[in-house]
């Protein structure tokens, strides 16, 4: 079966094509990042309208890219959320009017399971159970995966995304949005241990997050210090060794806790180099594995909505003709969608 992925949560519009036995055909994406630079961040009512704009070309040319016609497609999957109601609409609406006129089922995908099984589109993928970090632009969160719809969410941030933390310090550096891989490029030049910033709640039992606080202290240490390139840099490098190391903390802790030895790191901010380094070495260190997407499939991408949507209609769970969108969707709200 082939299934079509759509994906327009928030400022990429990306389609996939997904078979159940020969895996991902095709994939295309649009990123909307330059008409919001401007602004230093989504403004919601010209993503929704790009997304108008793109949606339908590139549903034509995955299609045409792939040779799969649509009498071959056997059922849509799109983002139902969380992310920007405007957006999730217009794949909600077109994903569903497309099923509707080719008499094929339609799945409404949670975007953070989407980020979670993305690891699932790799030769080398993890099996269940597993602890997952997922680190996106609007969610931290780590949670134990018994299997697809199994979720127990074991920490979560209490303010900040990790992904919104680097863009909210990128932007103090005066770098463009969106900021996460534009600080990373700077830290490349940034030298080690000028700066230290804390690592947030690690000082205290628990799996929650907390990430505001970097961007203060990123704020006062720029305020204080900062006068040429290199200590922008040295600013940058120092904030996103606080980010690797606090991630890698909790992770540990998460592992130790539950007692698994697999380890899933997946959403934007897990393309990540630093990242990535600190925990695979933290893993190696507890005999456990990690698994990340490939870093195109770590960001926004309509391949992990076409799988995760690919699973639900495989254990044949669509649902009725309701344009189903949900900005705010907790994904522990899954629990009862579980595909044994
Ligand atoms: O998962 P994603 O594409 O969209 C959401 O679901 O939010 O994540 C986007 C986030 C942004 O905050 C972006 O700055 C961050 O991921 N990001 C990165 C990197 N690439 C993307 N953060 C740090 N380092 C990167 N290389
Ligand atoms: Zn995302």
Known sequence: MYVLGIETSCDETAVAIYHAEKGLISHILYSQASAHSEYGGVVPELASRDHIRKLTPLIRQTMQDSGVKAKDIGGIAYTAGPGLMGALLVGAATARSLAWAWRIPAVAVHHMEGHLLAPMLEEDS??????????????????????????????????DAAGEAFDKTAKLLGLAYPGGPELARLAGQGREGRFHFPRPMTDRPGLDFSFSGLKTFALNTIQQHVVCDQDRADVAIAFQRAMADTLSIKCKRALQQTGLKTLVVAGGVSANQMIRSKLLEMSAEQGAQVFFPRPEFCTDNGAMIAYAGCQRLLAGQTQNLEIFARPRWPIDELVGTEIA
């Open 126 to 159: 993890p099996e269940f159970p597993f602890v997952a970090l997922l680190i996106s632009g609007g969610h931290t969160l780590l949670i134990e995966v018994g299997g697809i719809g199994q979720y127990r969410l074991l920490g979560e941030s209490l303010d």
